[in-house]
């Protein structure tokens, strides 16, 4: 069975519900044959890598709300992270672009290192003092080679504007076509979809429900069709 995630870095809900997903597939009785592939969304599609800023101001601005009313928002969301394990920073957190973090994570998928590269982006994007916006490319390159991903081959990638980008929109252009206007958003077996940071239980329902349901494969046979497999290939008799 296949689970699709679509999420963002700067999406805090996004970094809360990967928690309470894990944890519902830990638990999940047959989670060694789930399939996990994260897909790129952005929230702020088209954004220029200097546009920059602190996140309180802009919740606030975004709400229509006071900048004290988005400081209780973002406590609400540190509590419900802290809850689930995880270190949250409510004050003193900037944003950006996230383009060039999906390209990275692109690549990191043709290594196997996607999911590693994901959490490690949500922990430095929330819980580290050190920004992932303002230090150019080079926190990137490190990041990921955290990960276990070459620095020269992320170097190269960051360096052409090109490389991943049609993946990531790609990614976005399915979202939008599932119905995703808003992440996390998961997709299960492409048959079922769950939005936003459910609880844990919600999760365990899902996995249940769409493992239950998938469909039986129908063997069509006529009985003397040639074939190959491990031991080699039938050999046509006269």
Request: proline letters at 5%; charged letters at 30%.
């Amino acid at each position: 069975m296949r689970v699709e995630i679509w999420s963002d870095i700067a999406c805090p809900w996004c970094y809360v519900g990967k928690a309470r997903f894990e944890k519902a597939l830990a638990a999940f009785p047959h989670k060694g044959e789930v399939e996990v592939v994260h897909r790129s969304f952005e929230l702020d599609p088209g954004r220029s890598k200097s546009d920059i800023g602190p996140v309180v101001p802009m919740i606030a601005k975004k709400y229509g709300m006071s900048e004290a009313q988005a400081q209780a928002a973002e406590d609400n969301v540190g509590a419900q992270a802290e809850a689930e394990g995880l270190t949250y920073r409510t004050r003193g957190r900037d944003h950006g672009s996230t383009f060039d973090m999906h390209r990275v994570l692109h690549l990191a998928k043709e290594h196997g290192k996607q999911g590693e590269l994901f959490q490690i982006f949500y922990r430095a994007n929330f819980a580290e003092e050190r920004s992932v916006y303002t230090e150019g490319d080079e926190r990137l390159v490190e990041l990921a080679v955290e990960a276990g991903l070459d620095a020269d081959t992320v170097r190269t990638v960051l360096a052409d504007p090109n490389a991943y980008a049609d993946a990531v929109r790609e990614d976005e252009r399915e979202a939008a076509e599932l119905g995703a206007n808003g992440v996390p958003f998961f997709v299960l077996d492409r048959k079922f979809g769950v939005s936003g940071a459910q609880p844990a239980e919600v999760f365990t329902q899902a996995l249940t429900q769409a493992w239950g349901e998938r469909s039986p494969l129908t063997l069509i046979d006529q009985g003397d069709a040639q074939a190959c497999g491990p031991d080699g290939c039938e050999v046509p008799q006269r």
